[in-house]
T-cell receptor
Framework: NAGVTQTPKFQVLKTGQSMTLQCAQD?????MYWYRQDPGMGLRLIYY???????DKGEVPNGYNVSRLNKREFSLRLESAAPSQTSVYFC?????????????FGDGTRLSIL | DQQVKQNSPSLSVQEGRISILNCDYT??????FLWYKKYPAEGPTFLIS?????DKNEDGRFTVFLNKSAKHLSLHIVPSQPGDSAVYFC??????????FGDGTTLTVKP
C-alpha cells in the first residue's frame, strides 16, 4: 500500500523560481493537509482541505497556494520562492469523518531555496 | 503563543528502562490528543491517542496519561528498546479536526 505519496523528494530552487509539490493518497480519505517542518520545530499547518472542493488557510499560509485537484490529490505551489521557505514539507491525509482520526503522512519533500 | 509544548528536546534512556515523554498544552478547547513517532527521512506515523474523557490509554508497551486539570499528558514506553529511538511529537485536536503539534522530543535508547 502506497498510502501518501509526495513528489519530488528533494528540490533545490533559486530565489524567485516557482514550483509545485505534488501529493496523492490512495486511502479514500476526505481530508488532506500540507505542513512544513523547520529544524528543531514541530509541524506547522500551511493549508488544509476538509473535503474535495474546499481549502482553508492554516497557521502559515503566506507565500503558498493549494489546489485540491480531486479526492486523491492535493498540491502545494510556491509562486516566487524565498530562502525563508527552505524547509521539509509534509503532506498528510485523514478520514475526516470524525475529528479524532489520526493523520497519515508522506515521507516529505526536502526543499532548499538559494 | 505556542499552544502545545514539549519542554524536553531530547531524552536518553537505557534499553529495558522506562521512557517518559511529556507534553503540556494551554488551549482548553483541545479534546483529543495523539502521539506520533518519526524516524529520519520519513514522515511521522501515528502511535497512540487519548480522548479528553479518559485519563489513560494503553497499547502494548505504550501508555498515554492525561491530566486535564494540569493540561499535561505523558507517553510512557516500557520497556524501552533501541528501535524506539526516534523523534516523538505530541499533537492536540479541537473538534474542528485540525492538529496542533509540539516541537518534538528526540528519544535515544542505548543498548
Amino acid at each position: 500500500n502506497a498510502g501518501v505519496t509526495q513528489t519530488p523528494k528533494f528540490q533545490v530552487l533559486k530565489t524567485g523560481q516557482s514550483m509545485t509539490l505534488q501529493c496523492a493518497q490512495d486511502m479514500n480519505h476526505n481530508s488532506m493537509y500540507w505542513y512544513r517542518q523547520d529544524p528543531g520545530m514541530g509541524l506547522r499547518l500551511i493549508y488544509y482541505s476538509a473535503s474535495e472542493g474546499t481549502t482553508d488557510k492554516g497557521e502559515v499560509p503566506n507565500g503558498y497556494n493549494v489546489s485540491r485537484l480531486n479526492k486523491r490529490e492535493f498540491s502545494l505551489r510556491l509562486e516566487s520562492a524565498a530562502p525563508s521557505q527552505t524547509s521539509v514539507y509534509f503532506c498528510a491525509s485523514s478520514d475526516g469523518a470524525e475529528y479524532n482520526q489520526p493523520q497519515h503522512f508522506g515521507d516529505g519533500t526536502r526543499l532548499s531555496i538559494l | 503563543d505556542q499552544q502545545v509544548k514539549q519542554n524536553s528536546p531530547s531524552l536518553s534512556v537505557q534499553e529495558g528502562r522506562i521512557s517518559i515523554l511529556n507534553c503540556d498544552y494551554t488551549n482548553s478547547m483541545f479534546d483529543y490528543f495523539l502521539w506520533y513517532k518519526k524516524y529520519p527521512a520519513e514522515g511521522p506515523t501515528f502511535l497512540i491517542s487519548i480522548s479528553s474523557i479518559k485519563d489513560k490509554n494503553e497499547d502494548g508497551r505504550f501508555t498515554v496519561f492525561l491530566n486535564k486539570s494540569a493540561k499535561h499528558l505523558s507517553l510512557h514506553i516500557v520497556p524501552s528498546q533501541p528501535g524506539d529511538s526516534a523523534v516523538y511529537f505530541c499533537a492536540a485536536n479541537t473538534n474542528a479536526g485540525k492538529s496542533t503539534f509540539g516541537d518534538g522530543t528526540t528519544l535515544t535508547v542505548k543498548p
